[in-house]
């Protein structure tokens, strides 16, 4: 297992390879939280996420004949765009394997990078199952996106930094998924701040890590469909669940609803973006799930910022229907009967006053075929914007009276006012 000496050599390694992100106060949120809390901005990295940590700590540790022959990996995203992305930096060749539904965001960046992309299974732990089967065939290095220690070490640089810039914590609020993040935070916290309450967030969807602890051991689950797509795990790793276990306080899972609300209030009142998993932690924090007390200090990790743009429009159209702020109307279409009916009260329901329209109004239509003045006739004819306007106040003058549908055998030059 990874120790702290290990985080602290790995920070000294990833110095100049990645981005030592902010951390800033929710302040937008507050009147929503039950403490103050501090997110930390790992969407601030190059690719998006946390994963550069990981992924560039486990690439500098291959020997050149590693290298020379290149690394496999599967990821639904977020890792697959840091291997991709330090691997043409340091000139090493990658294939990803992918689960099939990743967000084209994530598939587009990766290829950006140069990477290899293919695809298999439906979740995380299919698409290992393929990596596996490449890095035996064709001899590349398998580069696990959570259970390896050098990537758990990577992941651990996050509490390090968060130990400096948040001095005071008193708890920490991380997503889950295999693992990896929250076991190298963990262990770099809590080996120097032993008090530091940290709890875990899933997806109730993908909710392996709870189901484990519950188990007492690992165990493998069904996953369903979720827009945390970056911690859908079927099975959470061996190497990092002994270090949960060891280090974290409790775990909890949160809904769709929920996560895709978290979405929500980040982009519009902290105006910051969130994938899912990202945004899983702010909705374990918002929906009251943590024991967390008025006087603490939280911060919570915001693990990556690449979604979609097709997924944001959803769950912003969904967060200002819950918001009561957009409606959705809907209405059938009429039957042949009542489009029969509205057919026998006239074309566009057009009525007019009982014996037809007065002459003064007539006057004003003077614009149609029937009305135009006869040869020799001093009557003008109504054009032009104020006799158009005359019109209108003529017709809204007999509108005032008693209306009655137009019959067919009240005026035979009727056809043309259809």
């Not at 540790?61 to 930096?89: C, F, I, K, M, W």
């Not at 279409?333 to 566009?348: N, T």
């Not at 032009?384 to 005032?400: D, N, P, S």
Request: net charge positive; with cysteine; hydrophobic share 40%.
């Amino acid at each position: 297992m990874p120790t702290l000496a290990d985080i602290r050599a790995a920070r000294e390694r990833l110095r100049d390879g990645i981005v030592a992100t902010p951390v800033v106060p929710a302040l937008a949120l507050r009147d929503r939280l039950p403490c103050a809390l501090h997110l930390k901005l790992e969407n601030a990295q190059r690719t998006g996420s946390f994963k550069d940590r990981g992924a560039l700590n486990r690439l500098l540790d291959l020997t050149p004949a590693e290298r020379a022959r290149g690394v496999v990996t599967a990821s639904a995203g977020n890792h697959a765009q840091a291997v991709a992305y330090h691997g043409a930096r340091l000139g090493v060749p990658v294939e990803v394997v992918m689960p099939e539904h990743t967000p084209l965001i994530k598939v587009t960046n990766t290829r950006h990078f140069g990477a290899g992309v293919r695809f298999h299974g439906a979740t995380l732990s299919d698409a290992m199952e393929e990596a596996r089967r490449i890095a035996a065939d064709q001899g590349r290095v398998l580069v696990h996106a959570f259970d390896d220690e050098r990537v758990i070490a990577g992941q651990g640089t996050i509490g390090l930094e968060l130990l400096e810039q948040v001095p005071d914590m008193t708890a920490l609020v991380v997503p889950i998924g295999g693992g990896g993040l929250i076991s190298g935070i963990a262990v770099a916290v809590r080996e120097q701040v032993p008090n530091v309450r940290i709890y875990g967030v899933e997806a109730a969807a993908a909710a392996s890590a709870l189901a484990s602890r519950r188990a007492g051991h690992v165990v493998k689950i069904e996953t369903s469909e979720t827009i945390a797509d970056g911690i859908a795990v079927k099975r959470v790793g061996d190497r990092t669940f002994p270090l949960i276990e060891r280090y974290v306080d409790d775990i909890v899972a949160v809904d769709e609803a929920a996560i895709a609300g978290a979405m929500h209030l980040l982009l519009e009142q902290q105006k910051t973006i969130a994938e899912g998993a990202g945004a899983a932690a702010l909705a374990a924090v918002v929906g009251g799930l943590l024991p967390l007390r008025a006087d603490d200090v939280a911060v919570m990790v915001l693990s990556g910022g690449n979604v979609d743009v097709n997924l944001v429009g959803r769950v912003i159209d969904r967060g200002l229907v819950g918001d009561g702020r957009l409606a959705r109307l809907a209405g059938a279409r009429p039957s042949g009967a009542s489009r029969a009916s509205h057919r026998a009260r006239g074309r566009r329901g057009r009525e007019r006053p009982r014996g037809g329209a007065s002459p003064r109004v007539r006057r004003h239509l003077g614009t149609r075929r029937r009305d135009r003045a006869a040869p020799g006739d001093a009557r003008p004819l109504a054009h032009g914007r104020r006799h158009r306007a005359a019109a209108t106040r003529g017709l809204r003058r007999a509108r005032r009276h008693r209306l009655t549908r137009v019959r067919p055998d009240d005026d035979e030059d009727d056809d043309d006012d259809r």
